[in-house]
């Protein structure tokens, strides 16, 4: 089986933080979130993957390269012009010759992916949706099923009170190739805009399954990227990485009195300045320099952050290459370069 994950949004929900860094490469507990999507479809045997890129599309690949890392062939489709979820994967027809999944590059999930294909293939369906239960819906789209999953229903963001269903759509498909009928060549399209309501319409095959306690996050916004880095590095969400996620790096360096509790993830090479104190939940990627008596609490630290002496970060995120200067009080804040 063959999957593509969808990658070539700009993630302007996440600015100022992606201004620099393409959305597949921000980063959960230090690695690129599309690292994490391509070993979780590889658990499931899928070891050919389609990508679309587009914004800072080199950076993307230099990071990614040809999948090997995570044991999947990664092929690259480069668009010039964003057309839509369905647009672009139409545009990999050829690649797809049987049941195909798609997912985003902003999903962080554990859904067992096997269950819903097996479910798609006993329903005979055109196009299965994965779902999970929220108790808050007004962020996401609602899905309605009948008794025996087909959709009957989607209700967009509904105001509190008024949603139909607490099952929403994470994004995680399955399709048949004769989806592609329903895909027009050359034009801007979108699953959830026009091809689902179209199966809707014509009540086509279309089903979905709830994933019943399975974990699922879109880290496409500031509060649900928080959300997925603390549930990372509180053992609520598994990484399939090599290593521990709540650990210090071999090669860091510790100054003299520096205080590390709770969950905390620190990269390679960092170099954490005397008396600092590291509190979690933490993460503090590669390369990342702390001053001597700086505070960092329940913050992100992306790639080659550095944070001046007696600097306090408290519930802040600070972006790949910024500098925080000496004496600085950031609370609650996105700070990065433009």
Same mark, same amino acid.
């Given at each position: ?12 929900? &996440? ?22 999507? =391509? ?10 993957? !389609?990508?679309?890129?587009?914004? +800072?599309?080199? *950076? ?14 990664? +092929?690259?489709?480069?668009? %010039? ?14 690649? #797809? ?35 999970? %239960?929220?108790?808050?819906?007004? +962020? ?5 099923? @009948? ?8 209700? %967009? ?10 099952? $929403? ?15 027009? /060549?050359?034009? #801007?399209?979108?699953?959830?805009? *026009?091809?689902?309501?179209?199966? *809707?319409? @014509?009540? /086509? ?22 959300? /997925? ?7 609520? =969400? ?20 520096? *205080? ?18 590291? &509190? ?30 007696? !600097? ?20 609650? $804040? ?5």
């Amino acid at each position: 089986m063959k999957a593509m994950i969808l990658a070539g949004g700009l993630s302007t929900r &996440l600015y100022p933080l992606t201004k620099a860094v393409p959305k597949p490469l921000v980063p959960i507990a230090g690695e690129p979130n599309a690292i994490h999507v =391509m070993r979780y479809l590889r658990s499931f045997g899928i070891e050919d993957v !389609a990508i679309n890129v587009h914004y +800072h599309a080199e *950076q993307i690949e230099k990071r990614l390269g040809d999948g090997s890392a995570c044991r999947v062939r990664l +092929h690259y489709l480069y668009e %010039e012009v964003l057309l839509g979820s369905a647009g672009a994967v139409k545009q990999m027809e050829p690649f #797809f010759d049987e049941t195909f999944v798609v997912i985003g590059c902003d999903d962080l999930t554990d859904i067992p992916l096997d269950n819903v294909i097996g479910f798609h293939r006993d329903r005979g369906a055109l196009a299965t949706i994965a779902l999970v %239960e929220a108790e808050d819906v007004s +962020h996401y789209g609602v899905v309605v099923v @009948d008794e025996n999953g087909k959709i009957v229903e989607f209700q %967009e963001k509904p105001e509190p009170g008024t949603e139909k269903s607490h099952l $929403v759509n994470t994004g995680v498909y399955v399709f048949e190739p004769e989806i592609f009928k329903r895909i027009p /060549a050359g034009e #801007f399209f979108d699953f959830g805009k *026009q091809v689902f309501p179209g199966l *809707q319409r @014509d009540r /086509a095959e279309f089903y979905g399954l709830a994933a019943g306690d399975a974990y699922w996050c879109d880290i496409g916004t500031p509060s649900e990227y928080v959300r /997925a880095t603390r549930d990372v590095l509180s053992g609520r =969400m598994r990484l399939l990485g090599d290593g521990p996620v709540r650990s210090v790096a071999r090669s860091a360096r510790l100054g003299d009195g520096v *205080q590390i509790e709770g969950d905390v993830h620190i990269g390679e090479r960092c170099r954490i300045g005397d008396r600092a104190r590291i &509190l979690g939940s933490s993460v503090l990627g590669d390369d990342v320099v702390v001053g001597d008596e700086a505070l960092i609490e329940r913050s992100i630290l992306w790639d080659r952050a550095r944070v001046g002496t007696r !600097a306090h970060l408290i519930d802040s995120i600070v972006g790949i290459d910024y500098s925080v200067a000496d004496g600085s009080h950031l609370h609650d $804040v996105i700070v990065a370069n433009e």
